[in-house]
Each structure stands twice: as C-alpha cells, then as structure tokens.
C-alpha cells in the first residue's frame, strides 16, 4: 500500500491505494464518485474523462502513483453551491444528453477545453471531444452544447 495525496475537486484528500490500481476504480470505489463511468477501460471511449492538471485524461489509463501532488477535477466537482456548471447547463438545455452515459465524459472534455481556449472554433471543439464515443446524440447537439457555453449559443 502506498499513501498519495492530491487535490481532488478542489480539496485536498489522502488515499491508501496500490500503484497499479487505476484513478478510476480509486474515484469509483474509495471516494464514491461514481459520476466517472467506466466503458472500454482501455482509453478508447472516453466515458471515464476527468481533468488532470488541467488536461482531459482518460482515468482508466491513469494509475494511483501518478497522482501525487496532482489536482483532479470529476464531473462531481463541476457543481457549486447547488448551481450546475455552465458546460452542464449547456448539455442540458441543448438536448446533448440522451442515454447520458458518455456525457460526463462529454463534459469534462468540453469543459478542459474551454478552461484552455475560452472561445474554440467549431473544429476546436471537435478535435476536444474526438476521444468521446456518442452512441446516441450523433454529437450535433453535443458541438452545440458547447458553443453555447463558449457563449456562441443562446444565453444561459
């Protein structure tokens, strides 16, 4: 066992964990944040994105011994006070949402991107979301989403 501390959703936190379990399963199991969805767990889909240090990972891929000293931000924390995060308001209100599993994933990607390039272009927003795979949506209303939270769409 191995002792890590990092930032999780804006608080610090410790977690007693092996190397080799991944961030996923330590969200998941030890933190109870099960708004990170596990899909492929080989970093195909994106369903399990959080951001990392300011990048979209896949968590699936990211093992406990290298979050030390790392800030990590889940679907979870998105949410303040009660008031959903403007990416989420923005999935919502544009139907980007359909079966949901992807979209916590959907929204972290969308998210990173926008802390990064407030004002993306369409191909930017794209290029964001290409490790998130939609079965249902077609991603229409998911590049929609998130113009509107760039602050191209209808206001929020």
């Known amino acids: 066992m191995e002792k890590i501390r990092f930032i999780l959703n804006n608080s610090p936190v410790t977690a007693d964990t092996e190397p080799n379990e991944r961030l996923l399963d330590l969200l998941r199991n030890t933190f109870h944040l099960t708004g990170t969805k596990e899909g492929c767990g080989q970093g195909e889909c994106g369903a399990c994105t959080v951001i990392m240090d ?41 139907g980007a949402i359909q079966c949901g599993y992807c979209t916590p994933g959907m929204i972290m990607s969308v998210k990173a ?29 998911i590049i929609e989403a998130a113009e509107k939270a760039a602050g191209r769409g209808i206001d929020l």
């Open 54 to 94: 300011g990048q979209a990972v896949d968590s699936c891929l990211v093992m406990a011994g290298q979050l030390e000293g790392s800030s990590i931000l889940t679907i979870e924390g998105l949410e303040k006070d009660g008031i959903l995060d403007v990416v989420q308001k923005a999935f919502i209100e544009t």
């Open 113 to 141: 991107l926008l802390m990064r390039v407030p004002n993306p272009s369409a191909e930017e927003i794209k290029e964001a979301i290409e490790g998130n795979l939609c079965r249902c949506t077609g991603y229409h209303k």
